[in-house]
């Protein structure tokens, strides 16, 4: 990898980009709420679930095959992607948080001018546009591999979870980085198995989290947006 390619992918999972994942918890706040989650213990092993069950087959594969898409600037397939990606959201709180900071990065790339003018144009004309789209974009901009790609993309979700766990459980500083040490193999693990995922394979199949999700909602007391 080149210097310049891990600077920016650097850049890209860093919780200062400012795209607004900080106020997110993706169910993980609901989950807490109807007890799946109240230890150090039950939140490292919710997290890894998801990496696991979710990203690694939904999340991931589809961000993999937007990166191939930017590559060969196949503006049909990137839109009809981009909008069954957003359709397969399961709640508007799950909705909104892709679009909103799809929108967000799809801004920052635009501002700082990455890529070149085309791609650009056609980043500008999602409306709306899911994160993962955004993201590859930004990744292709800067010459990323779709390996080192997913595992940015990853480390930034699983480091996100454990962030929101810290102040949802509540649990202490020390707990939250056993629990992202914890995960650096199954991030290997889902990326080799999302490169390995055609696009009919990929599965956004999580009844649990969409109904966690959907409670969330209406939950009387939160932090988070999701």
């Known amino acids: 990898m ?14 200062a ?32 679930s998801g990496l696991v069950n979710v990203l690694a ?28 990606y957003i359709a397969s959201r ?10 909103q ?8 790339c ?29 990744a292709f901009a800067h010459d990323a591999a779709p390996d080192a790609m997913l595992a940015a993309y ?10 929101a766990a810290l102040k949802a459980v509540p649990l202490g500083q020390l707990a939250g980085q056993r629990i992202i040490v914890a995960l650096r193999a199954p991030i290997d693990d889902a990326v080799r198995r999302a490169l390995a995922t055609s696009p009919n394979q990929v599965n956004t199949f999580a009844p649990q989290l969409g109904i966690l999700s959907a409670r969330h909602e209406s939950q009387y007391s939160r932090l988070f947006r999701s």
């Open 90 to 99: 399961e709640s508007s709180e799950l909705r909104r948080e892709t679009e």
């Open 154 to 163: 990853a480390f930034c979700w699983v480091e996100n979870q454990a962030a």
């Open 17 to 48: 980009l400012p795209i607004g994942a900080f106020s997110y918890s993706q169910g993980l706040e609901a989950a807490i709420e109807h007890g799946f989650i109240h230890d150090a213990d039950s939140a490292r092993d919710w997290i890894a």
């Open 101 to 108: 900071m799809g929108w967000s990065l799809a801004q920052l």
């Open 2 to 15: 080149q210097t310049a390619e891990l600077t920016a992918l650097l850049h890209l999972a860093s919780p």
């Open 110 to 138: 635009a501002s700082l001018e990455w890529g070149d003018a085309a791609r650009r144009a056609t980043l500008a004309a999602f409306k709306p546009i899911a994160q993962p789209t955004a993201f590859a974009f930004a």
């Open 57 to 84: 087959r939904g999340e991931l594969p589809f961000l993999a095959h937007q990166l191939q898409r930017w590559h060969a600037h196949d503006e049909a397939a990137l839109t009809a992607a981009n909008d069954e």
